[in-house]
């Protein structure tokens, strides 16, 4: 089989409320769709989803890039995956979300090819999913009200964003457990909005409110707080934008500063790197979480995928999927609250409307 084309299309995606996290607020996503064609009829679909602050990367540079590994992949066979990969790497170092859009519809072929869903293509047999929502940065009052909209919709699990003040932050939490009970697990993510000395700070007043991990509380470059902070906390302590490759996995696992590894796949690079990543990590005793960036429910669908053929990825934080208006992106999975469950139809099982 070879590609015979790759498409990209730039596509919006309205949000059903805007979201705020500790760097920004968001009012809707736009994301790269990307479709590979081959010369038997088969195609995939992909998607890249750029988040400058975090990734390095736009729409404009990923679509430039994207025209330039477009060139370079037509001819080559899609199914030789890791083959794509070196073929793109060399190109241009980074710029991992428009690879992952060219490897999750690789991926997507296939699976399509073996005529299995992607998830039993790569290995898994479990359809079923939990996933967390997100509460966005808000007034105390606010979040707490939004995690109560959550729980009764049937959501159990909460990935809380915090990361300003502690003070308010503490506020948050205390308002939000107040709101919920006990029983909801909780998670949260400060997004580097602290400094050491705050983490440490604030880390056992969110031990005694129940939560279960703090992600990313300091600076991605920070892997020395990370330690600090993992060596002085009873929680678990996840790097989120700390690790973006199997290097920066390697160099967490090697200093032991985390217990959970969060992996998205337009941080890494897409299936083919995420997969590496978690196998690292699974070696070190370090247990993964897969989670998202901007993206629609195609990326989102895939991530799932790679979250219940991974034995690995103990924990899904794939939530786009309930806070997007539905009009492109159909299909793939069902849901009754958080929980999830991959449909069967041959490779990721979405399909787009009035993209291509
Ligand atoms: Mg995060």
Known sequence: ????????????????????????????LESILVRVETDEGLYGYGE???????????????????????????????????AIHTAMDPIYHGNTAIKAGIDIACYDIC???????????????????HSDVTIGLNSPEEMAKKADEWVEKGFSILKVKLGEDIATDRKRMEAIREA?????????????????????????????LGVELVEQPVAA???????????RSDLLIAADESCHSEYDAFRLAAMRAVDVVNIKLMKCGGIFHARRIAAICEA????????????????????????????????????TVYLLKQDKVFGGFTHEGGTVHLMENPGIGCTLKEVF
């Open 221 to 231: 470059c920070d892997v020395d707080g990370l330690k600090e902070i993992r060596d």
């Open 111 to 129: 699976a399509k090819n073996a005529g299995v869903p992607l998830y039993r293509h790569l290995g898994g047999d479990d359809a079923v999913l």
């Open 284 to 319: 070190a005793g370090i247990s993964c979480m897969i989670g998202c960036m901007g993206e629609s429910n195609l990326a989102n669908v895939a991530a799932m995928h790679v979250a219940a053929a991974t034995r690995n990825v103990k924990e899904v934080d794939l939530d």
């Open 180 to 208: 919920v009970g006990q029983s909801v697990r909780i998670r949260v993510d400060a997004n580097q909005g602290w400094s050491v000395k705050d983490s440490l700070r604030i880390i056992p007043q969110l031990t005694a």
């Open 1 to 28: 089989m070879r590609i015979t084309d790759i498409r990209f299309q730039r596509a919006r995606f309205s949000l059903e409320q805007p979201f705020k996290v500790a760097f920004g607020s968001i009012s809707d």
């Open 48 to 82: 890249a989803a750029t988040l400058p602050y975090v990734t390095g990367d736009n729409m404009d540079t990923a679509l430039s890039v994207g025209k330039e590994l477009q060139a370079a992949l037509i001819g080559k066979d899609p199914i030789a995956v890791e």
